[in-house]
């Protein structure tokens, strides 16, 4: 039986709230760096290229990322995340004004998505210790719903305020908000879910505690399915934002701020997912949720290059981040729910890294796709493709309507 309400736990409350400016914050930035690489390029491919660093940089840190939430106190991780990103994208607007520099762009990104990896691991580590097991999947969804709420307005804030002063203006408030949520996060009190006989948390980091996340990822059956094919979904949909951001600002001749409210509707997606998702889960099952997502995202992907109506883009954007949103809720609660505390950072990170190997790749190789080939060919082969990952999704253990049952199968 569930009891009490989520918004009456204080440190819920206090983490939900810091956070969701952060993301509001974030969602600028979403914006703006792709607006400033465009008005200092005018090149798809250089976009492309952050992108493809960016991933990289996740990928690296993803090696190691789990190990240190699962060692360190997880508050005091986000805080210094917070504290290190507000002052990487400070420098940016800081640099700006005295002159220009794209290359800069090159150092701080990647710097700042491997702090952000580490940020989501041990956030994604942290939930279960604010909240009961049974709250989980609606602890996400609601975290989910007022970041996507925040990210609806930041997008259109961040196009009017590129439009007025410059996207190194709105990337300031990106810094702001990294400020705050460390403040924030000071106040918030992780409660430790560690039983008595659990094994120790080992000192030092190695590799090898990659492959203890791995390991436990291929031994139950839908997470070794999930990370297989989003090996292949993250290759298709990394470098996504970046033709949105070229088509409707470049090849459509739109201004930043018909871009930013292009983004802030698709955000609302996400919105629309988390209201949705718990009630799917429990009606039809994780594998109909899951694999029905991505049919989804690959149908709205196909059909963005082929029309030159802006309200369409969005609509089919806003459709692709609902699906993107309905199955990452699933993933991650699946993930939280059958891991055990003191290996659910290890586990967390080796997903990501392991499923985001061929982000970078593809993201460049969609956006050199749609320099060369065009929007319209690039998303219908992307999406088409996403379709069929999804068909092999049902010929897989992601199938099953309630896999937070299955064993993990003996080593």
């Known amino acids: 039986m569930v009891s009490g309400s989520l918004w009456r736990d204080r440190d819920f409350t206090l983490f939900w709230l810091v956070q969701t400016l952060s993301v509001a914050g974030d969602s600028f930035s979403y914006v703006a760096i792709p607006l400033l690489v465009l008005r200092g390029t005018g090149s798809v491919s250089h976009m492309g290229l952050l992108t493809g660093l960016a991933g990289v940089a996740t990928i690296l840190t993803g090696v190691f990322a789990g190990a240190l939430a699962d060692r360190i106190d997880r508050r005091v991780l986000l805080i210094v995340c917070d504290v290190f990103r507000a002052a990487l994208y400070a420098l940016i607007p800081i640099v700006w004004l005295f002159s220009p520099q794209i290359w800069l762009l090159y150092a701080i990104v990647p710097l700042g998505a491997a702090f952000a990896m580490i940020f989501r691991v041990t956030y994604v580590a942290a939930l279960p210790n604010l909240v009961n097991p049974e709250r989980i999947t609606e602890a996400n969804a609601r975290l989910s719903a007022t970041y996507a709420a925040a990210a609806v307005g930041g997008p259109v804030l961040a196009g009017i305020l590129s439009a007025l002063y410059g996207p190194t203006a709105a990337i300031a408030v990106d810094a702001v908000t990294f400020t705050v949520s460390a403040i924030g996060l000071c106040f918030v009190r992780l409660r430790v879910r560690q039983p008595a006989g659990e094994p120790r948390r080992p000192d030092g980091l190695s590799w090898r505690d990659l492959v203890v996340g791995v390991r436990f990822l291929w031994r139950h059956p839908v997470l070794r399915a999930l990370t297989m094919l989003l090996w292949f979904l993250t290759f298709l949909t990394l470098g996504l934002t970046d033709i949105i951001v070229f088509y409707v600002g470049h090849e459509l001749r739109q201004s930043d701020t018909t871009v930013g409210y292009v983004l802030a509707t698709a955000a609302a997606g996400t919105i629309v ?111 088409v493709a996403c379709l069929l990952v999804a068909v092999v999704g049902t010929l897989t253990p992601i199938r099953q309507a309630r896999p937070e049952r299955l064993a993990v199968e003996a080593p």
């Open 273 to 383: 997912a988390a209201f949705v998702v718990a009630p799917a889960r429990r009606s039809w099952g994780f594998g109909a949720c899951w694999i029905g997502s991505y049919a989804l995202c690959g149908v709205a992907i196909a059909g963005i290059g082929m029309t030159r109506s802006v309200p369409v883009i969005a609509l089919l954007a806003t459709t692709f981040v609902f699906g993107i949103g309905v199955a990452g809720i699933c993933s991650m609660s699946l993930r939280q729910e059958v891991t055990p505390d003191h290996l659910l950072g290890r586990v967390t990170s080796s997903f990501w890294t392991v499923h985001s190997a061929l982000g970078p790749v593809g993201a460049a190789v969609l956006t050199a796709s749609a320099a060369n080939y065009g929007v319209p060919a690039t998303t219908l082969f992307a999406g």
